[in-house]
């Protein structure tokens, strides 16, 4: 049954191109800014989705290439779009994402960056980094760890080491890096978050508006990353050529922890392990008591949520952690959808819905077109993912809780929590809601159709 | 203002402050200043917005993901039909695509649609890059056209080949391609094509519905909520009607040529607005009876709805709007529908005005008014809080900005719900006005800032109540 609708068409995409990931990486860096060397259009279909999902102004400049640029090569242009950039911006880091218009005219923007720099006198006064992100390579998925792994590779530096611990983190929301620094930091007070979008994607209202926030991951913190006790990577099915963190284990021997997203009580256990290993402290009480209520609420709602038959799609990391989640207290994560490919995320998946005798459908590499039939053949009846789903939510009939990106006809995907025990309580409980809601809301009339009429036919 | 470090050398000649005495004029139709920032979007996004609403047709993306993804269900658009036009088809290109040519996957993708869907008409769009590998689309279309006995129509909207205007002009030539021959009519009816309305919220069936009641027959919208068949015939109107100028002056001057059909520019935002343009609509039809059935209509409503409006225009004087819409014309209403319910226009931008447009915004505004085009976040923050504007109307990405300057805001972008245009439009616009700019939230950013805790009036606060 994975074999999509359609093989030469892709219908109702789940998912979104490699600027789309790298911009949002940029976006958690410190006095960043963006270029997206293209026509136009990429640029702002970018900085429409995201300010839509955080309900944050977005600025991400873009090359403008035109057809004269398209013939004789867009040097000058992104070489004036830099300079006009750094004039209205004055950021410390410029990522300098391609799009799949100047990956086919071969652009060579590492040449172009290098004799901007030396041209315009820069050098330690700006990073400017080159991502190549081409649109029809990959997806979102892949530039967004793509372009962490470029900033590392062009900014950390063989240092000493230190007590520093980095962490990569993936599509979670600013709510979710919030927990996650308040979870490592009973093991440490020495964490690198990369990227960090906690305040520059959901900054508190000040009287003075910053276009630049200084908040996000610090370039001299990147700087030592090489130096680190280890590397935690949220990121389990990311592949080598993309991981930040594989480069500083190969580069620098920076011990690497590949885990998942802290979602769902194996999940979470697993991210505070790696702590306690790294850090040789023990798990603090407070820890264990959140876990032990997570165990409580898990009991408390086990039955509801185990009539949950689930549809689940987004990003493979997201539909890794999810899908455990659910099959952790027993609702069946019946289809899990994502348009990346990851044979991993099948691989895993199946094997853990079989421990608990669930049987589950992913499909990889795949749209919502191929889906939506599906969800009817499968009994879903509740589906979990982005707003991209809205249309199977419309045609079909079944709630959507909203989780992971984008996320545009709802406010506060930014400050909903998922991860920890507290956030995978938190997510849980919410389809656990929706269940029981869909259940109490039309039992009067199930049980006078079922029950009540044929009694007066009898 | 030229001495200020906001505006970039080259856009200087973007921005105006108008000065009646000066015969200022301002730069426009150029192509956006790299690393500015500018708000606009591609070719391609040009075309598909225009083309999207055309209900029964199957639009296909001849390109990567990304184009596709982005622009899936991209206007709010209603259809009281077939929703085929909802679904974002794509071929999704992928690296080997990029070096031996897409035309293959094109033609099976195509071939699946018509065994799959059987459509009437297909719309191929190409992006940047199938532009730049140079896949043959006009070949590939022409051949499958006549396999399938189907239309198969390729839109030219490779995203750098000029604007967003640009792929207007290639979403015009795309509907001309699949309007047919004027047929001989014996048509004793006034019947007119409705150009430039998406229908967002059900905005062409109220303006339908305001044409019935005075007798005119309306063939074809285009392209909200309109279908193939419709759009064939639409050589057999008297006149055309034209609201979104930007996109559709175009078509209905290629429709003059084609089909002698005279067109006349119309606007329904804002009471004023709207009683003129049916007003214009029944003279145009030379036809006693539709006149005096457009009278009557335009006195009832316009009484109704000053009514309403009335209660609100206490809540809004004084205060002050600033503009930056997608299209001139569209701003240019905009300007007057403030002006109706006593708000004036401080800033007015557009992403793809025209220079007569911006005469007429020059005409229309006060001395002191900044008029930009293709402007960016740095100078609409500049802007703003030079000139004091209390309300910003735009679209998805200009909306977080006014937030955080702690300004009201208008949603005039694709993706609202709730209609905008006749009389019941001028309503809900007063409405959201009031709703947005005498919000209570707005009093806690005024008094208090966002640093609440360091004002002097809590702290007194605390003390009373000591
Ligand atoms: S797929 Fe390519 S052309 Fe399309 S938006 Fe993404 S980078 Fe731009």
Redesign the interface.
Known sequence: MSKRNYTNLNVNPCKMCMPMGGSLAFKGIEKSMIIIHGSQGCSTYIRRHIAAHYNEPVDIASSSLTEEGTVYGGSSNLKKGLKNLIRLYQPSVIGVLTTCLAETIGEDIQGIIREFILEEDLEDKVHIIPVSTPGYQATQYEGYYYALRQMVENLAEEVAHNEYINIVVSDVTCEDIRELKRIASFFSDKIIILPDISDTLDAPYTSEYSKLLSGGTKINKIKLMGGARATVEIGALIKDAYSPGKYLEETYGVPLYKISVPIGLEYVDEFIKALSQITHKTIPKELELERGRMLDGMIDSHKYNGEGVGAIFGSPELNLAISSLCIENGLTPKLVMTGSKSKKLKEIIEEKAKRFHMETIVLEDSDFSTLQPMVKQCGINILIGSSDGKFVKEKVKVPLIRVGFPIHDQIGAQRKLNVGYKGSLRLLDEMTNTLMDLKHDDYRDRMYDDYYTPLLKA | MSKD??I?E?RKSFVLLNEKKQNNTIDCEK???????????????GARVVLNPVTDAVH?IH???????????IRGSLSSDEENY??????????E??IFGGEK?LE??I???VE?LSPKVIFVYA???V???GDDLVGVSKKKSKEHNIKVITVQSS?????KKDGYKAACHALLSLMGEKKKSDEKDFVINYLGDFNLAGEAWIIKKYLKEIGVKTNVVMTGDSTCDQIENAGNSQYNIVQCAGSMTYLAKQMQMKYNIPFEQVSFFGVTDTANSIEKIALLSGDEAIMEKAKALIAREVDKTNAILDQFMKRLRGKKVAIYVGGGFKAISLIKQFRDIGIESVIVGTQTGKKEEYKKIRDLTDEGTIILDDT???EL?YFIKQTGADILVG???E???A????LAFIDHNHERKHPLCGFVGAVNFIKEVDLTVNSPVWTF?NEQ???GYEQKELYQLERQSL
Not at chain 2, 31 to 45: E, L, M, P
Not at chain 2, 86 to 95: A, F, G, K, P, V
Not at chain 2, 403 to 406: E, Q, R, S, V
């Open positions: 470090p906001i970039l080259d192509d956006s200043v790299s690393g500015a920032v500018s708000q606009r979007a591609c070719v391609y996004c296909l390109g990567p993901i990304g184009c596709s993804s982005y622009t899936w269900d909802r679904n974002s088809y794509s071929t999704d290109l992928q690296e695509n990029i996957k099976a993708a071939d699946e649609i799959t992006t940047c890059v532009g730049v590998i995203g750098f080949a000029g604007n960016n976040p740095s923050e679209g998805v990405k909306r977080p900005l937030y955080k300057l702690g950013i800032g966002g640093e």
